[in-house]
């Protein structure tokens, strides 16, 4: 379902993204692993469109991002780690937006934004201005909006932040249900537990290569770890790296 072969971004002498393959497949949740700066935001944005790689080939569902795009974000949902939500629309007026961007059959509009609002939490919210939101509620309601049109792909960078307990398990249990529906999430965080908890694999990237890529029993194996724990996994291919943040990768130039 989500292809990426031989991926690589540069600015220029700095290479975020080097000769990345993957390849996900229909209803597989793949988590995408790797301390902040090293690569998990720019190739999000490859994958969804919002940067073009500088080498290689991305495909959603059959469809070259490069060739037919509109084909391949028209199956896609992203949820960024810092969705920009219009601050002066109510929920439900942005969710209409939303659908009619995505050309979702009018018939369905209101029926899928209801089941949404539900499912989320947003119901009795739905005619509030987004500006009176917390953190938490635009959260949930940037996750609604990425599933207003039914993707096929669901792409989400680091899930978790701002939603408290009672959200995170919401999302963590909702993504366990669209993936056993034949939804294919690609799943990018640094929250090892996160990742432990809902992937079906893993792939981890350091200085933006891939290091492994398999489930957590295959990494165990291959790291040679005697207990089967992706925190001790994860440092020990990492080397315990930690970076200064690069904004290169948390907010890199559109060019």
Known sequence: MITLENVSRRYGDFVAVRDISLEVQQGEIFGFLGVNGAGKTTTLR??????????GRITIGGFDLEDQPRNAKQITGYIPDRPYLYPRLTAREFLYFI???YNVPGKEVDERIDSLLEEYGLLDWQDELIESFSHGMKQRLATAAALVHKPQVLVIDEPMVGLDPHGAKLLKDSMRRYASEGMTIFLSTHSLN?????????????????????????LHEQSGEEIRNLERIFLKLTRGATYTERRLDEDPPLH
Request: overall charge negative.
């Open 46 to 55: 490859m994958l969804t469109g919002i940067l073009k790689p500088s080498a």
């Open 99 to 101: 659908a009619d961007l």
């Open 194 to 218: 996160v990742a432990e908890e809902v992937s079906d694999r893993v792939a981890i990237i350091d200085h933006g290569s891939i290091l492994t890529t398999g489930t957590v029993a295959e």
